[in-house]
């Protein structure tokens, strides 16, 4: 970073000196360029090329060369995989969970077109979380059955706190998890809890209903659903007959397109089109006497995505305008299956 009102100096002079004996990829940026895309100073002198302009006090071109930056992280980290000639990724982990005798393991055998786990009408039948590699459409992953889940105050005996604590691990461990429910019973307050720890994790989910044909009000089971079920609202649901094959064909695809949510990375400058965009449309409100200021966002991390929103003032942003920001945001880029973060952090 060099200063572009000034032009170089013996200390820029002495930096690029030593930066140019590294291999990595160098980004000359000169900042306090506030209404212009050049500078009146020759910095080729740096070793680096013309820079890229950019104004930290009013967030001129940050976005840009944000997106410059990982741009160039993703090539870097192309070239360093082929180098070392990596292995294969491993396969995605999908935990399938859910209370005792909801069918866990006839969805696993459904999968599979086969008998590969004990099935009972006995609840707590599976006791440890079984791994079942399968392939769909050409692409390999591992299925882990695990243990029913109930809330702590259940457990009858010792057995049950440890299958349990290993199912928690499996989650845990997983890249998503299907959520199996009674769907004759509706979802419970076990269900209730298991969905907000999958939130807490911050998994991607897909909604089995299982036993679908037991059901004879489907309108009361939806409300039910979407009630207990709030904390993972952004999960597709599947109702489903485990037992008789009814939909099973349906539950891949969406768990394919929730995965693909999960791992996706956005651009900086692509979300700041959107933000320029939804802004434009809603401004923000007046919330606790100041007026919300949104300079730019960036996409943080992956698995789940998570977005950081650079404001002027963190206490100006309710709740109700970033729910709102989020749902926008999950319609414009298809994030389908995933939790979705926001941080806000105060521009300086």
Known sequence: MVDSQIGPTKEDIYVARMLRKSTKKIILAANKADN????????????????????????????????????????????????????ELPPRRIAIAGRPNVGKSSLLNAFLGEKRTTVSDVPGTTRDAVDTLIEYDGTKYILVD????????????????????RSEQAIHRSD???????????ATSDDQHLARYIADEGKACVVVVNKIDLVEDKAALEENLSHQLRFIDYAKR????????????????????????????????RLNRWLAQVTDKQPPNVHKGKVLKIYYVTQ??????????????????SESYM???????????ELEGTPVRFSRRQHR
């Not at 695990?146 to 604590?165: F, M, N, P, S, W």
């Not at 349906?250 to 791992?263: D, E, G, Q, R, T």
């Not at 992956?302 to 942003?317: E, G, K, L, S, Y």
């Open 36 to 87: 212009k895309d050049w500078t009146d100073f020759n910095f080729n002198q740096l070793g680096f090329g013309d820079p890229f302009t950019v104004s930290a006090t009013s967030g001129r071109n940050v976005a840009e060369l944000l997106d410059l930056i990982v741009e160039n992280i993703g090539k870097a980290v192309e070239e360093e995989q082929q180098e070392q000639q990596e292995e």
């Open 146 to 165: 695990t243990a029913g889940i109930k809330k702590r105050y259940k457990y009858d005996e010792q057995l049950d706190y440890v299958t349990i604590k």
């Open 176 to 186: 998503l998890v299907i959520l199996v429910i009674d769907g004759s019973v509706g």
């Open 238 to 269: 599947v109702n489903v007959s485990a037992l008789t094959g009814k939909n099973i064909i349906k539950i891949f695809p969406h768990i394919v397109a929730a995965l693909k949510s999960y791992n996706d990375r956005i651009t900086t400058g």
């Open 300 to 317: 943080a991390i992956t698995r789940p995505p998570t977005f950081q929103f650079f404001v002027n003032d963190i206490d100006a942003a």
């Open 323 to 333: 729910r709102f920001l989020e749902n926008n945001l999950r319609e414009e880029f």
